[in-house]
């Protein structure tokens, strides 16, 4: 997940974002050029600042998993399933019962070390990028709307088992990472760079879903957080240059995706009877 790129890292054509620009000589007369030392911080996480939301939140969500761990250790560094389902797990039942905090309180919570480690790395990575080149507000309202939306659905869908984590809300970031490669690949320059980005992405995803936190990933959550990310990035592109001819079909399809997903798994929710 470390390694993904936003579009901005590739779309580029004044070498905005390269490692040695204008500032990093000395001189441009001179033939010795000596460059400033490599900041990991900027490697690791483009666009890093501290008065970052992605910043907030994911300290946010680090004490709360230190608080939950000490409400009940627990020999394996994981909150119990009593403890995340007391401070609002995504728990379909309780849902329909009127509980609507937890379609958004799961966002805080995580089921165990390498749950929040893993979240909160992917979060830094791409979030300061999106912050940098859609604003902090947007972002924001991406972040907590994809998270309700990947919850909404996965209640419906998986009513009786409990879901916690923020990789709904990490779904949407990379669903307007989507968005944007699907608005502007006829205009990237290296998509080489793009492909192998996609390719060890998935190359860690699937390693992690079936080895480390397999057995507990929402995919159901993943699949709302995605496609509301992709849609929502759609919209948010409007004024984006070199838009795709068909940009007006696709952005009335995403609003037709974003009602939908608001609409059906609701009225699945509270109207289909079921037991657990």
Same mark, same amino acid.
């Given at each position: ?5 936003? +579009?901005?890292d590739? #779309? ?12 990093? $000589? ?10 400033? /030392? ?7 996480? /483009? ?20 608080? +939950? ?9 994981? /909150? ?15 849902i ?9 309180? /799961? ?26 080149n ?8 991406? $972040? ?22 923020a ?6 970031l ?14 990237? #320059? ?17 390693? $992690? *879903? ?10 159901v959550?993943h699949?709302?957080?995605? +496609? ?14 070199n838009?795709?001819?068909? *940009?007006?079909?696709?952005r ?7 009602i ?13 009877? #079921?037991?657990?």
């Amino acid at each position: 997940m470390s390694n993904i790129h936003t +579009l901005a890292d590739y #779309r580029d054509d004044f070498g905005e974002h390269l490692p040695f620009n204008r500032g990093y $000589y000395e001189s441009q007369s001179s033939f010795i050029q000596r460059s400033k /030392p490599i900041d990991i911080v900027q490697l690791i996480f /483009p666009h890093f600042t501290w008065f970052s939301f992605v910043i907030a939140v994911s300290i946010i969500q680090i004490i709360i998993f230190i608080i +939950l761990i000490a409400a009940e250790p627990n020999k394996l560094l994981s /909150p119990t399933r009593e403890v995340l389902a007391y401070f609002g797990a995504n728990i379909g039942e309780k849902i329909k019962a009127g509980e609507i905090h937890r379609l958004i309180l /799961p966002i805080f919570l995580h089921a165990n070390f390498f749950h929040v480690f893993f979240n909160v790395i992917f979060q830094l990575r791409v979030g300061f990028t999106l912050e940098k080149n859609y604003g902090i507000p947007k972002i924001i309202l991406l $972040y907590f709307l994809t998270g309700i939306y990947g919850n909404i659905l996965s209640s419906a869908v998986t009513y009786c088992t409990l879901k916690v984590g923020a990789s709904t809300s990490g779904m949407g970031l990379l669903g307007i990472i989507c968005a944007e490669l699907m608005l502007l690949w006829h205009v990237i #320059r290296h998509r080489e760079r793009v492909l192998f980005n996609i390719t060890f992405f998935t190359a860690i995803s699937i390693f $992690y *879903y079936f080895t480390i936190n397999g057995q507990s990933i929402d995919h159901v959550g993943h699949l709302g957080g995605l +496609l509301s990310g992709i849609a929502l990035g759609v919209l948010y592109n409007k004024n984006m240059e070199n838009k795709p001819s068909w *940009y007006n079909y696709i952005r009335i399809i995403s609003i037709g995706v974003l009602i939908l997903l608001a609409i059906v798994p609701s009225i699945i929710l509270f109207t289909v009877k #079921r037991t657990c």
